[in-house]
């Protein structure tokens, strides 16, 4: 349990409060530099910009960068089958680490769908998250084959923190400071929950910055989901004073007579 530190409070007889602070709703993300890479991260390279030589690939979130088509999984490479046995074994540390008394089918029947990412000088992805829209995304990782160039600046991964926890601005007046920053590492692999929003900040780097992006699925995990309240009709949001008059009206068609 953590209590509030003692402070100066206003005097009186009423007592200082010592509060449980209850952590709700931590987020986990998983990171792990996988060792001995190097031949790895060369063949993956070699078949990731193959592809992109044969393909203009498709636009997302990637703005000047070549993002390839989500069928990663597919490519037929000894190189990528090392590169998904290593996403289904970082899965089964996660559950190793999040779930409470795991059963033997956490660990397993993970279904993967990965696709390959070339980011060169100025590009950058947007702010997004891999859940929604049916996909049924639960978690999702990044994986960096070759960093680029990092020590040039930009490309790095950045977590947006939207907890709605107010942040205090008197000592430090940066709202965003609390955003997670993932420094690109060949070798690199993390994990984090498919409805984190992210974004990639502009690369600067000379090289070519290459990765790989996935989702995991698995019947034996589900996301809570909310209902959300219905959005205002667009007659509601433009015209909201006849429509209050035509509700007014309907309302007194349907009383009932005294």
Known sequence: MRTSPRGALSGGSLPEPRAELIEFGAIPVLKYL??????????????????MAGSSGVVDTNVGGWHSERDLSTWDDPSIAALLERVGRMARELVAVTVSNPLPEHFDEWRI??????????????????????????W??????????????????????????????????????RELTIVPQSGLMVFFPATLRHAVTCYEGDGDRVTIAFNLKHDGFVIPKYPEPEPPSFLWRNLRGPMLVVRA??????????
Not at 35 to 48: F, G, K
Not at 249 to 258: M, N, Q, T
Request: aromatic share 8%.
């Open 113 to 138: 769908e990965g696709w390959a990412n070339v980011n060169r000088r100025g590009a950058f992805n947007k702010a997004h998250h891999h859940a929604g829209g049916g996909s049924n995304n639960l």
């Open 140 to 177: 999702s990782g990044i994986y960096y084959v070759d960093e680029g160039g990092r020590h040039q600046g930009g490309g790095v991964t950045r977590f947006e923190d939207r907890s709605g926890v107010p942040k205090e601005i008197l000592r430090c007046p940066d709202p965003f400071e």
């Open 34 to 51: 996988w060792p001995d890479s190097e031949e790895l991260n060369a063949r993956l390279r070699q078949v990731i910009l193959a592809k």
């Open 249 to 258: 009206l309907r309302r007194s068609i349907l009383r009932p007579a005294r």
